[in-house]
């Protein structure tokens, strides 16, 4: 007697070749099937139309962001950072819809293109420019704000294996340095830096500057920021200004305190030699 081995999702008799892998029938692995009934036309020309804006601003925004840029049509030809986004925003426009495969499907070319990784799901604003960009992975859960700008090797990801908000959250007029890693559910406010190669796991205050590795505060308040700020390099040493600060304190509780004086007549002076002998 044959022994049948069924589908886990349909319950159908798996093939004799499709028995040898996945216990899923071949119609339930391609299941492409798409329901449009529910689908508001209004709503799909606004995302079409929003798709067409951020083209121009984060084209723009390359131009203006980066001194190498020469015209136009060298920053739309040959700029992977500019091809990913676009190839993002095609594929997010596809997830809001809630077509399957297609999506993570474009995601996966604009990576082995430029690779750059956008997950489909992510929520990007306009003005969004990525310089170079080898290395960058953008997670599902990732929110981020108009003008903001990041470099080769940035991670924002997740800590979590549950299905919820597990990626960073970044606000308005955002640098993050090359190399540097956002991780989980983190807020990041507007005006912020993120030195390069630094590890950001908390919440990062508006008008601030991180670095290091966990990634310590320095406060910018006061200063105004501008539009296009792109000091991911020009960075204070958060170890340097502390050994600073304490060799200054020392060299003040010395003068506070010192026994220096010159010698009276009756005083005895005694000398050491190199290693302690001898008066």
């Not at 986004?85 to 990576?111: C, E, N, Q, T």
Request: hydrophobic share 35%; proline share 5%; glycine share 10%.
């Amino acid at each position: 007697m044959k022994n049948f081995i069924h589908c886990l999702n349909c319950g159908k008799n798996l093939a004799s070749k499709e028995q040898e892998g996945p216990p899923y029938c071949a119609e339930c692995i391609l299941d492409l099937n798409y329901r449009t009934s529910d689908i508001d036309r209004n709503e799909i020309d606004k995302e079409l139309q929003k798709i067409l804006n951020f083209f121009v601003s984060d084209v723009s925004a390359a131009f203006n962001k980066d001194p190498a840029a020469s015209t136009l049509l060298e920053v739309l030809t040959i700029y992977p950072g500019i091809k990913a986004v676009l190839l993002y925003r095609i594929s997010h426009f596809f997830w809001k819809l809630g077509m399957p495969f297609i999506p993570k499907y474009l995601s996966d070319i604009a990576r082995q293109m430029t690779s750059i990784e956008i997950h489909p799901g992510a929520e990007i604003g306009s003005d969004f420019f990525i310089d170079h960009g080898a290395g960058v992975v953008i997670g599902e859960t990732t929110v981020i704000g108009n003008n903001v700008t990041i470099y080769a090797g940035v991670v924002l990801g997740g800590t979590s294996l549950e299905k919820k908000k597990r990626h960073p959250t970044l606000g308005e007029n955002v640098v993050v340095g090359t190399g540097a890693k956002i991780l989980g559910p983190v807020t990041i406010g507007d005006n912020v830096r993120v030195g390069a190669n630094s590890v950001v796991v908390n919440d990062i205050p508006p008008n601030s500057v991180v670095v290091g590795v966990p990634g310590k505060i320095i406060s910018r308040k006061g200063e105004k920021i501008e539009k296009i700020d792109l000091r991911h390099g020009d960075l204070p040493d958060p170890l340097s200004i502390t050994i600073s600060a304490l060799e200054k304190r020392i060299r003040e509780l010395e003068k506070r305190f010192s026994t220096n004086k010159e010698p009276k007549k009756d005083d005895i002076e005694i000398s050491y030699g190199d290693y302690g002998e001898g008066i």
